[in-house]
């Protein structure tokens, strides 16, 4: 072949990667709906798709698929309930390769873990979105120290790293030297979150009398998220004001340990479970409080989906959720040290002062529209798309 030739390739090469749309997997490690669901959701939601092809790949089946689907979004399984399965990792290189992938972006400790061997050895970039750290406090010793190298070795592997929030950088620097990233706050569909719109009548449909005060925790079951910690506070609280009702979804592993509390409580008539929904801003509509008791959290979406929505919260002083809630001013910021009596004053408190849960409510309004945006959000992480693409041409052509 000429230098002409060679020539006319190259250029034509340039054209055709300066004009189709840029190939984006996203990865996360299920499909049911929790946080990291919803911020992909979202994400995929609001991608300029003149200049993006959004693929997703899930480790789990879950409903997150059908809505993607629903989109007119590839969205694929490949199932494992394990980080680091290796036995998948050939079944996952097949995948990227199959779909002429040019970006990654991994949701999430396991998602990574399970993409960057096939990542790497096909040569694509991979952005790492830390939703949240592997490791935390309540942890031994040999576990959290065991969680801290893989996420070391997941980060340092990525070609670009991002935090939700401030003090989920914080938390990596902390315990990771290398650990570099960018801050992209976790951002609201405020059209989908919105106060003034219609919804159906969650109270008719789980016969919850409409003169209860609402008290909604949705999340999952499991020691990190304090179900069993919110129900003996609920249990305390409603003693002083029985005018109260707590519904609760969710599933995990302390979902049968909550039942069990429940019935010895005999609280059957003051507390209602419901498994995952679909339905979160019909659920948030029925609310008069959401709270979220969490050991720890990156950037709490459920949080921010429910002051979108106007509802007075209160939530544990841990993490991101301190860049979201300002004590006294749009919720409750409570302790996790003595987290059952805290828990139990503030829904006490809550739930016997309207205009205070009004005053939360406008003003956790305007947190979010201020700050949380989905719009914002995306337009940033386009950004980071397209960096990291010319990067890698550039990259290719030398």
């Keep these: 072949m000429g230098n002409r030739q060679i020539r006319y390739c190259l250029i034509c090469t340039c054209i055709l990667n300066m004009t189709r749309k840029i190939k984006v997997l996203e990865c996360i490690r299920q499909g049911q709906i929790g946080g990291g669901e919803s911020h992909l959701l979202s994400l995929v939601q609001n991608l300029n798709r003149s200049e993006f092809e959004p693929i997703v790949l899930s480790f789990t089946d879950g409903p997150m698929i059908g809505k993607l689907r629903e ?53 694509i970039p991979v952005i790492y979105t830390i939703h949240g750290w592997s490791f935390h406090q309540d942890q031994n010793w040999l576990v959290k120290n065991i969680r801290i190298m893989g996420e070391k070795y997941l980060t340092n592997k990525s070609d670009l790293n991002i935090s939700v929030s401030a003090s989920n950088q914080q938390s990596g620097k902390k315990f990771i030297s290398s650990f570099k990233s960018v801050v992209v706050n976790n951002g609201i569909d405020q059209q989908k979150f919105d106060p003034n719109r219609q919804y ?29 910690s919110l129900i003996k506070a609920f249990q305390k609280a409603v003693e002083s004001n029985p005018d109260m009702h707590l519904l609760m979804v969710g599933e995990g592993d302390e ?3 909550a039942e069990k509390i429940i019935r ?3 609280l059957e008539n003051k507390i209602t479970l419901q498994p995952f929904r679909q339905d979160v801003p ?37 993490d991101g ?35 205070l849960r009004d005053s939360f409510g406008r003003e956790a309004i305007k947190t979010v529209k201020d700050r949380f945006n989905a719009s914002v959000m995306t337009r940033e992480i386009e950004k980071i798309y397209t960096t990291l693409y010319t990067k890698q041409i550039e990259k290719n052509k030398n």
């Design 255 to 257: 979902r049968l340990a």
């Design 264 to 266: 010895e409580s005999r």
């Design 200 to 228: 159906r009548d969650i109270r008719q449909e789980l016969n919850i009398p409409k003169d209860k005060i609402l008290v909604l925790f949705v999340a999952r079951f499991t020691s990190h998220k304090q179900p069993i």
């Design 71 to 123: 989109m007119d979004v590839n969205a694929q399984i490949i199932h494992t309930e394990k980080p680091f399965n290796i036995g998948k990792w050939g079944q996952v290189k097949q995948f990227i390769r199959s779909n002429n992938v040019d970006i990654i972006h991994a949701h999430g400790t396991r998602a990574n873990s399970n993409i960057i061997w096939a990542a790497r050895s096909l040569g």
């Design 282 to 318: 019909d659920l948030l509509a029925a609310a008069d409080i959401f709270v979220l008791p969490s050991l720890w959290e990156g950037l709490p979406i459920g949080l921010l989906e429910a002051m979108a929505m106007g509802k007075a919260v209160i939530a544990s002083e841990v």
């Design 321 to 355: 959720t301190v860049e979201i809630v300002q004590h006294n001013k749009n919720g409750f910021l409570i302790k996790t040290i003595d987290l059952v009596n805290e828990l139990a004053r503030s829904l006490l408190l809550l739930s016997q002062d309207a205009p």
